[in-house]
């Protein structure tokens, strides 16, 4: 499994008068961007422009710190009228994910124990892109 992220940017920022390092965190959380492509052994399974990178990356930090018999599915929503633009749903065979935009279309299923490596990987990734926009990569915490 992986989660890409390529093209960082908050081209909203300007349109509300910040910069990325001025602006209060709460808002770089939902305004920092990026080219997002999940995909399961180089077959696609979801792709997005301008997906609400850092947002997603603060949800599955808050979701990996619950405890394993509290964890239950988890669905990003962010700015989008449908419910679970990114989903990780566990099932018989273990873990899936996908996006409601792509139903046909998901993760092959894997233990959450292989999984986890992998959601740790793409948090690093989105927590150093958005560095790289003068914003503190504290603003997704490590895990």
């Known amino acids: 499994m992986k989660f890409e992220c390529r093209n960082f940017g908050a081209p909203d920022l300007p349109r509300r008068g910040l910069t990325a390092s001025s602006a209060p965190l709460e808002i770089p959380l939902v305004d920092i961007e990026a080219d997002l492509v999940i995909s399961d052994n180089g077959r696609v399974v979801w792709s997005e422009e301008a997906f609400a990178a850092a947002e997603l990356a603060y949800g599955l930090v ?82």
């Open 62 to 143: 808050r979701r990996l710190h619950l405890a394993d018999r509290v964890r239950g599915d988890f669905t990003f929503d962010s700015s989008y009228d449908e419910t679970g633009a990114v989903r990780i749903v566990a099932t018989d065979e273990g873990w899936r994910v996908g996006s409601a935009f792509a139903a046909d279309a998901q993760s092959s299923p894997v233990p959450w124990k292989s999984l986890v490596p992998d959601l740790l990987t793409f948090i690093e990734d989105v927590r150093v892109g958005v560095g790289t926009l003068g914003v503190s990569p504290d603003l997704v915490p490590g895990f």
